[in-house]
């Protein structure tokens, strides 16, 4: 009987260490979106860690660019200190946008952390509230439509401190918002499990939100045929 006990603690370990780092959680495509082809797209990192920003910008952009867009940065037009302190007015951030030739945005911001306790006893649990607070399905949370809401509401609450504690994970959410209109056209929640290193981890994220992309715009076009 203890042999059995010793085979199912083992294989319940390799089966939780064997789960990716980093995994989508819920991907959406806005039906209603507008039906047209985007060309340029602004890629925004809304993160006060500015090496996690920049790296996740520059993989980010240039994924972008392998599939046929042209990409502008965040931090090409806005400065490292840029919050929502000192932002400048709404109407001139999305100018500032649309006059490089934007016609959507991509924005990403780690929106949740969660942090777990383990016990050596006889049992274990994991438990896990998804944040209630955002979702694309007809509702824009606490923070309002549009790219300009979304970043203003969650660039001060950004969680950077301590990033790479120990049993850590951060939930993070992409949406992609067309830029004329302000709606949101495309969304993917994803979570991160004790990320590793600002390299290793933008890659990953850059890998994995990318992957989905290209899934779901197969997927769109077959339907459109």
């Given amino acids: 009987m203890k042999n059995y006990f010793r085979i199912f603690i083992v294989t319940a370990i390799l089966f939780v260490s064997c789960k990716p780092a980093q995994r989508i959680t819920t991907a959406w495509t806005n039906p209603e979106r507008p039906k047209k082809t985007y060309s340029t797209v602004f890629v925004a990192a809304i993160i006060q860690n500015n090496l996690l920003k920049y790296a996740l910008e520059d993989d980010l952009g240039a994924a972008a660019k392998k599939r046929g867009f042209n990409v502008v940065k965040g931090y090409e037009i806005f400065p490292p200190n840029f919050n929502k302190d000192n932002m400048r007015d709404k109407d001139l951030v999305l100018k500032s946008i649309r006059d490089r030739g934007c016609d959507v945005i991509l924005a990403i911001a780690v929106i949740d952390e969660k942090s777990e306790t383990r016990y050596v006893s006889n049992s274990f649990s994991v438990g896990y509230a998804p944040y209630g607070g955002y979702g694309p399905y007809g509702t824009y949370g606490a923070y309002g439509a549009g790219f300009y809401g979304y970043y203003s509401y969650w660039q001060g609450t950004i969680y950077d401190a301590g990033y790479y504690t120990t049993d850590k994970t951060y939930f993070i ?38 992957e989905q992309f290209d899934k779901d715009r197969k997927q769109d076009q077959s339907k459109s045929k």
Avoid: C, F, H, R
């Fill in 173 to 210: 959410e992409a949406n992609a918002y067309d830029a004329e209109t302000q709606q949101v056209i495309w969304s993917v929640q994803s979570k991160a499990d004790n990320p590793s290193g600002i390299e290793k981890s933008s890659k990953q994220y850059t890998d994995m939100l990318m």
